[in-house]
């Protein structure tokens, strides 16, 4: 019996397994030809309904829900995060104890599920009002444009003239004992400060541990109230300055003071002044609150319509799982925006 179709001349057959073969092909490649042809569309498009700057977890998180509402959006984003050096994250549940990478990472990949969303490695350098929303303009010179702008750019920290200090910084020099203090928990302890800001700094750090030591790096200008409240709860203060911090990787083992002298701990904490990392929300007009801080509603919309702000730039409450949550709101929030807007 023949099995060939009557129908079907040899050369179309021929043809026929020639075509099914480039398309099974095509769908086990790690990037199908469709998908790279819409990357491209994406790509050469300048025009969005979201512009994010910063793709850092806030950035992301804003991604996330903008997508999920179906808006174009473009994530700008020069990949240095301020925590790039924490070896782990804590306090964020179901993320307890990953490290920033394996976060950021995994979000991204999440993000990039969403195909109307963009990203784009450089950094934002200006923005201006326009008649239809916002313009942003790279480093590279491409300009985009956008209905919405959102800044999830964090802040710059201003690391105290102490060698060694950088180094530790978010390993063991820390911020925040809610991200970090479990893990140096009744260990000995420092806290770099000094005034209203060391005395609050380290009353609230006695939850962790009881063997602490204020270093003032100078004069203490404590009260005298203050003095005798740290005396009382045998916390010692030492004005000696500080020249460096002898260190492993990251890792304090002592203190070196100018006098040559030097007193082992086994982490430090610090509140450090800081910069907004990103200029253009001030240029645009948003204002920043007495801390230095952008102000925001409880919409995470700034005090210029049509920009929002989210993360570490908004708010001292430094964590990753904050930063996500406040990302989460922005996205929503600007989302329902422009879906009421367009009604």
């Known amino acids: 019996m023949n099995d060939e179709n009557p129908t079907l001349p040899s050369h179309s057959r021929r043809e026929f397994i020639k075509q099914s073969g480039l398309a099974l092909v095509t769908l086990s490649l790690p990037y199908p030809i469709?998908?790279?042809?819409k990357d491209n569309n994406m790509k050469n498009n300048k025009n969005f309904d979201v512009i994010i700057v910063g793709g850092s977890y806030s950035g992301l998180a804003a991604a996330m829900a903008l997508g999920r509402a179906l808006k174009k959006v473009l994530i700008i984003d020069g990949g240095k995060p301020c925590n790039a050096q924490t070896p782990h994250s804590h306090n964020f549940?179901?993320?307890?104890?990953k490290t920033p990478l394996e976060i950021a990472t995994l979000a991204k990949q999440q993000v990039e599920n969403y195909d109307t969303i963009t990203f784009f490695e450089g950094l934002a350098n200006s923005g201006k009002k326009t008649n239809t929303g916002f313009e942003v303009?790279?480093?590279s010179g491409k300009i985009f444009w956008a209905k919405k702008l959102i800044f999830a750019t964090g802040i710059k920290d201003e690391m105290p003239n102490i060698e060694g200090f950088s180094d530790c910084w978010g390993i063991s020099?820390?911020?925040c004992p809610y991200c970090h203090g479990y893990e140096?928990?009744?260990e000995k302890t420092g806290i770099l400060g000094n005034g209203e800001h060391g005395y609050e700094l380290i009353k609230l750090i006695s939850n962790w541990t009881?063997?602490?030591?204020?270093?003032?790096?100078?004069p203490s200008s404590l009260t005298i109230e203050q003095t005798e409240m740290l005396k009382k709860h045998q916390i010692k203060i030492v004005e000696k300055e500080i020249q460096k911090l002898e260190h492993q990787k990251g890792y304090i083992q002592n203190i070196i003071f100018r006098d040559g002298t030097k007193a082992a701990v086994k982490a430090m904490y610090s509140r450090n002044?800081?910069?907004q990392h990103c200029s253009i929300p001030e240029a645009l007009g948003c204002e920043l609150n007495d801390e230095g801080y952008i102000k925001v509603n409880p919409s995470q919309e700034t005090t210029i319509d049509g920009i929002y702000a989210c993360g570490d730039n908004v708010t001292r409450l430094r964590s990753v799982a904050n930063s996500v949550a406040m990302g989460t709101a922005a996205g929503m929030m600007a989302s329902k925006k422009m879906i009421l807007e367009q009604f």
């Open 173 to 175: 020099m820390l911020h």
């Open 210 to 218: 009881n063997d602490l030591t204020l270093y003032t790096n100078g």
């Open 184 to 186: 140096v928990r009744n």
């Open 34 to 37: 469709l998908k790279i042809s």
């Open 273 to 275: 002044s800081f910069e």
């Open 93 to 97: 549940l179901t993320q307890d104890g």
């Open 137 to 139: 303009q790279v480093t």
